[in-house]
């Protein structure tokens, strides 16, 4: 009996090594991917560059002289661009970490062949 488990065991742990690249690239990427999107998702909610340009034209505090409708109009040029920065910088930091996620099995692959090889 105990020989079996032992059987099972090995079988199943072999498999899991040799299918685990189709999980990380296929179930595990498209995880990633959801995760990533949710993410962009929550930090363009979070900005919200897109209702500061919709406003554009809108003074604010109700200061509806020629004086307060300018600082207005300037003031959220300047946070419209600011926040589409940083929502840009956002995007490109969820880039980075989708191409690591590629890159960490051949990573991990090349430095157990290069140990291997020693």
Request: some cysteine; glycine content about 6%; hydrophobic content about 60%.
């Amino acid at each position: 009996m105990f020989a079996l488990v032992l059987q099972r065991l090995g079988l199943q742990f072999i498999l899991d090594v040799v299918l685990f690249p189709v999980w990380w690239y296929k179930g595990g990427l498209r995880r990633v991917l959801i995760a990533l999107s949710h993410s962009l998702q929550d930090t363009n909610r979070s900005l919200a560059p897109g209702l500061w340009l919709k406003h554009i034209f809108t003074p604010m505090y109700g200061q509806t002289d020629i004086q307060g409708r300018l600082m207005s109009f300037f003031m959220r040029v300047v946070n419209v661009i600011g926040r589409s920065i940083a929502l840009l910088v956002w995007l490109i930091i969820l880039f980075c970490l989708l191409c690591l996620w590629f890159g960490i099995p051949l990573f991990l692959m090349y430095m157990i062949v290069h140990v291997l090889s020693i």
